[in-house]
Nanobody, 122 residues
Framework: QVQLVESGGGLVQPGGSLRLSCAAS????????MGWYRQAPGKQRELVAA???????NYADSMKGRFTIIRDHAKNTVYLQMNSLKPEDTAVYYC????????????????WGQGTQVTVSS
């Protein structure tokens, strides 16, 4: 059974930082590309960043230079280090295994974890 447990969200002021964690179980983590997504109120879920099993990364344009995705194979965990946070980064953040389809990363699993809320506000 696939289980994805996100944590690390919270309330942070603009310009602040947060580090999100996603503990994965029930998947072949070492050979799975992983991704972080986010969903803001009234908006569709969007891909924030992805990382291959070998550590190659891919970011949405608005996150480049501010967010870093990292994975720890020993812990079956993927992290999202978020710096220089902006109010528009406010969203629920989720992780999922991802795969490439027609050159675009898409989520592998239909079921999602509970997500972790990130609120950027002064």
């Amino acid at each position: 059974q696939v289980q994805l447990v996100e944590s690390g969200g919270g309330l942070v002021q603009p310009g602040g930082s947060l580090r999100l964690s996603c503990a994965a179980s029930g998947i072949a983590f070492s050979i799975s590309a992983m991704g972080w997504y986010r969903q803001a109120p009234g908006k569709q879920r969007e891909l924030v960043a992805a990382i291959t099993p070998g550590g190659s990364t891919n970011y949405a344009d608005s996150m480049k230079g501010r967010f870093t995705i990292i994975r720890d194979h020993a812990k079956n965990t993927v992290y999202l280090q978020m710096n220089s946070l902006k109010p528009e980064d406010t969203a629920v953040y989720y992780c999922n295994a991802v795969r490439l389809r027609l050159g675009v990363y898409v989520p592998r699993f239909d079921s999602w974890g509970q997500g972790t809320q990130v609120t950027v506000s002064s």
